[in-house]
């Protein structure tokens, strides 16, 4: 029985070695948030769960490369394998089709079940809504639940937050005026102007402003203004 699992194991690193090189032809097809998952996914499977201290807020590529692998938890290395080669046969449903796979290896992957990065729509918090910048899904599920807008992440961070950081304009106007705090703070200290301006939403940072957004320093002493392009700093 051991002799058969360490094969299957086996047959599981290769088929990911393979799904991840493949992945490198399909890479220029995919946006920013699907190359995140597959790196989070990638890191999970061949680090484990993150260990690593969470990046300076203003590094912002590698702050989203960290919350995409932190947020995968304590999943296991070889549901990881499996979440990723899926997701590969999503992308290109032929991609596997003259690997020489082992019949174990198909047992391996197949008995993986419920475990992809993507959540059912049935499983998803306003947090996860925000995230998807899907308006109707969030002003439905505060309708019926306003108290979920106080609702953090581990990380601290608020709906706004997380709306701010990806630039949603309609989820933020959503936000604020079921009344979520504009100068609500995250573990760090940072506020939604400190995610807008970091990223260069423009936009997100005028409207912020108008309803009340200041120019608070984070627990790193650093304001939105600090961390801002020369663009974004002319408006604060």
Same mark, same amino acid.
């Given at each position: ?110 008995? *993986? &079940? ?5 959540? #059912?729509?049935?499983?998803? !918090?306003?947090?996860?809504? +925000?995230?998807? $910048?899907? =308006? ?21 961070? *608020? &709906? ?5 950081? #990806?630039?949603?304009?309609? !989820?933020?106007?959503?936000? +604020?005026?079921? $009344?979520? =705090? ?55």
């Amino acid at each position: 029985m051991a002799n058969s699992e360490s094969a299957d194991i086996s047959q599981l690193d290769k088929t990911f070695d393979r799904a991840a090189d493949h992945l490198q032809s399909l890479a220029s097809q995919l946006d920013s948030g699907q190359l995140l998952g597959f790196y989070g996914l990638y890191k999970q499977a061949t680090v484990g769960p993150c260990d690593t201290p969470r990046p300076s807020w203003y590094q912002t590529q590698a702050k989203h490369k960290w919350e995409a692998w932190k947020a995968l938890g304590d999943m296991g290395k070889e549901v990881a394998m499996g979440s990723y080669i899926r997701a590969v046969g999503k992308l290109d449903p032929t991609w596997e089709k003259d690997a020489r796979l082992g019949s174990q290896a198909w047992v391996t992957v197949s008995r *993986l &079940p419920n475990t992809d990065v993507e959540l #059912r729509d049935i499983d998803k !918090t306003l947090l996860d809504w +925000v995230k998807d $910048g899907d =308006e109707e899904k969030v002003r439905d599920i505060i309708a019926r639940d306003r108290k979920s807008i106080n609702v953090s992440d581990d990380s601290g961070m *608020l &709906p706004i937050h997380w709306a701010s950081d #990806r630039g949603y304009m309609p !989820t933020i106007k959503c936000l +604020v005026e079921n $009344g979520a =705090e504009v100068n609500a703070r995250d573990n760090e200290g940072q506020t939604a102007l400190h995610y807008a301006a970091s990223c260069g939403h423009a936009e997100v940072v005028k409207y912020l402003l108008s309803v009340g957004a200041q120019c608070v320093k984070d627990n790193d002493g650093m304001t939105p203004k600090d961390v801002a392009d020369e663009q974004i700093a002319a408006l604060l």
